[in-house]
Nanobody, 123 residues
């Protein structure tokens, strides 16, 4: 079972940037597809971005496409989410998630989750 720990959240003004990191506990990190999800107050958790096991393929929700970039460093067991041009509507708790041997946008496909990191964007 993999354990995930997010970091890098914080408060920023609209138009600013943040870089989230998610460190995984398992040395077999390259066996896991990784995703980022977010949950705003009063809303359901939603897909943000995902990356394949190798890191060669990525997919984004339309709301973040062109502003956010997901990447991974399999040597360091870490996945990143670079967030640029942040908007107030990006305010949420951001979670990284992992699944063995696959990847995608379906939240139900991810059995392993981090504790979340708060991102707050002020106007």
């Amino acid at each position: 079972q993999v354990q995930l720990v997010e970091s890098g959240g914080g408060s920023v003004q609209a138009g600013g940037s943040l870089r989230l990191s998610c460190a995984a506990s398992r040395p077999t990190f390259s066996s896991y597809g990784m995703g980022w999800f977010r949950q705003a107050p009063g809303k359901e958790r939603e897909f943000v971005a995902a990356i394949s096991l190798s890191g060669y393929s990525t997919i984004y929700d339309d709301s973040v496409k062109g502003r956010f970039t997901i990447s991974r460093d399999n040597a360091k067991n870490t996945v990143f989410l670079q967030m640029n041009s942040l908007k107030p509507e990006d305010t949420a708790v951001y979670y990284c998630a992992a699944q063995v041997g696959s990847w995608g946008t379906n939240i139900n496909g991810y059995p392993y989750w981090g504790q979340g990191t708060q991102v707050t964007v002020s106007s």
